[in-house]
């Protein structure tokens, strides 16, 4: 089993930002962020393996930044340039090679207003 402790949402105005923290109870293989706005369905933001090898949805290319500390097995989300559309909750995901398994956190607002 794996806990996620996440921290860092919050409100924020367009144009600002904010940086996501996850840190999970042991090293994974892969962890990441996905987002869940109202009515739609949950999408990944970004990934990134203990190798440091990433991956990014096409919206947040250019103005969100994934990063890890594996001596803290930490996942950081940078988020810069933040628009209304980035609101929803971000939950962080870890991805297990061994023993194989995929975990949630419980999830963090975030809202982008005026």
């Known amino acids: 089993q794996v806990q996620l402790v996440e921290s860092g949402g919050g409100l924020v105005q367009p144009g600002g930002s904010l940086r996501l923290s996850c840190a999970a109870s042991r090293s994974i293989y892969r962890m990441g962020w996905f987002r869940q706005a109202p009515g739609k369905q949950r999408e990944l933001v970004a990934r990134v393996t203990r190798g440091g090898m990433t991956n990014y949805a096409g919206s947040v290319k250019g103005r969100f930044t994934i990063s890890r500390d594996n001596a803290k097995n930490t996942v950081y989300l940078q988020m810069n340039s933040l628009k209304p559309e980035d609101t929803a909750v971000y939950y962080c995901?870890?991805?297990?090679?061994?023993?194989?398994?995929?975990?949630w956190g419980q999830g963090t607002q975030v809202t982008v207003s005026s």
């Open positions: 995901n870890a991805d297990s090679d061994w023993p194989p398994g995929n975990y």
